[in-house]
């Protein structure tokens, strides 16, 4: 079976690893078709491009954009893009606006629940505030002793309900499908077992967009249990939806799932990299 990863992360957006020694990463990990995807940036394509082909991986040049759909937060991959395409670079550039405002309020809250420092710690992770995330304030919580794990911060920390919690609106689906769309790119749903919805919204969602021209979930991600394989594989199955599959990955010791450990797609469901080689 061809070892396909399409989605990861480097220090771009929200990884640690830089682009080059992340391909050399993967490439450990027995990737042999590898994607960046970064958080509404396509800045480490060309690093990644260039290291993936010296570890002797086909490359696949990809993005993660954060998109508001029924007032929750919901991410699109699109791969396969033209990462020079004008109108792609001005949506993403669109969509960072607002992250450094939202960085402060979240340290303004958890300042008020005993956390001082919060965004000068966190932008130490990332360094452009364009690109604050809350994963870079779950690092600084973890490094200042305030939480073990990463996990256990999103447990306490930084989601609906819990102190740091900041929502933010993001590019419209129809946007963000059209930003990938006409870069060249494949939109895929990521880890559609992650988001809160009710069965009657997650079917809405998948219906807008497949009306939207998409036609490609995320089967098989760190993001889902191994319960959840099987729910998106029959999904795709059921609305003809193309399968992709990636860790989600961040980095080492962080992530839910390494390289290596990611199984295989379902049967029964088309890759989406099906007529790419």
């Known amino acids: 079976m061809l ?30 078709v590898w994607a960046l995807t ?39 991959v699109g791969l396969q893009i033209d990462a020079d395409d004008p109108a792609l670079l001005a949506g993403l550039a669109k969509t960072r606006q607002g992250r450094d405002a939202r960085g402060r309020e979240i ?48 447990r306490r920390f930084l989601t609906e309900g819990k102190p740091g919690y900041v929502p ?11 930003w990938i769309r006409g870069a ?4 895929v749903i990521a880890h559609p077992g992650r988001y809160k919805l009710s069965q009657t919204a ?6 807008e967009f497949r ?13 889902h249990t191994p319960d959840q394989y099987a729910t998106y594989a029959e999904v795709a199955r059921r609305y003809g ?7 989600d990955f961040h980095a080492p010791g962080e992530a839910r799932v390494e390289f290596d450990a990611l199984p295989p797609l379902p049967a029964g469901v088309t890759p989406v990299w099906h007529d790419w080689f």
């Not at 480490?44 to 002797?56: K, N, V």
């Not at 933010?168 to 059209?178: C, G, Q, T, Y």
């Not at 939806?241 to 860790?247: D, E, N, P, V």
């Open 107 to 154: 340290a303004a809250q958890l300042e008020e629940a005993g956390i001082p420092g919060a965004y000068e710690g966190a932008l130490h992770f990332v360094g452009n505030p364009d690109l604050l995330s809350r994963t870079h304030f779950a690092r600084y919580l973890v490094e200042c002793g305030k939480c073990a794990t990463t996990a256990d911060v999103f």
């Open 241 to 247: 939806f193309l399968a992709s599959r990636g860790t």
């Open 184 to 187: 060249g790119g494949i939109p």
């Open 202 to 207: 997650e079917d809405a969602l998948f219906d």
């Open 3 to 32: 070892k396909v990863d399409l989605h990861c992360h480097s220090n771009v957006s929200d990884g640690v690893l830089a682009p080059a020694p992340l391909a050399a990463y993967a490439r450990k990990g027995g990737v042999e």
């Open 168 to 178: 933010h609106r993001w590019a419209a689906l129809s946007e963000a499908m059209a």
């Open 211 to 223: 009306q939207l021209g998409g036609n490609a979930i995320e089967v098989v991600t760190g993001s």
């Open 38 to 76: 970064d958080h509404d940036e396509v800045g480490g394509i060309a690093s990644a491009r260039a290291a993936a082909g010296e570890q002797g991986m086909r490359f696949v040049p990809g993005v993660e954009i954060s998109v508001t759909w029924a007032n929750q937060t919901v991410h699109l």
